[in-house]
């Protein structure tokens, strides 16, 4: 059901992110790239409710986490995939 859904409705604006000390930027850049890679990883077919519940994950995990900004983005990309595809066996 993703074709009910966008992808663009769930990126951030840099004033969506909060106070990052400057970095505010770099983190709403950091999870809009996140997120389209964790968009691109989930089936077409995946009901709406788990697609929200998902992507809405990314921040609910990573709000306020330093790796944001300090993490490799090798680091952080690796992390979505694991989170993605182990959210996704939960489903399953």
């Not at 409705?9 to 990052?20: M, P, Q, R, S, T």
């Amino acid at each position: 059901m993703k074709d009910l859904l966008n992808v663009q409705d769930y990126l951030f604006a840099i004033n969506d992110v909060g106070d990052w000390e400057g970095d505010e930027e770099v983190v709403a850049e950091t999870l809009n790239d996140l997120i389209h890679m964790a968009w691109d990883r989930l089936p077409d077919d995946l009901d709406c409710e788990s697609i929200d519940e998902i992507i809405n994950g990314i921040w609910e995990h990573l709000r306020g986490d330093l790796a944001l900004v300090e993490a490799d983005f090798e680091e952080l990309t690796d992390w979505v995939t694991h989170y993605v595809d182990s959210s996704l066996d939960e489903k399953i």
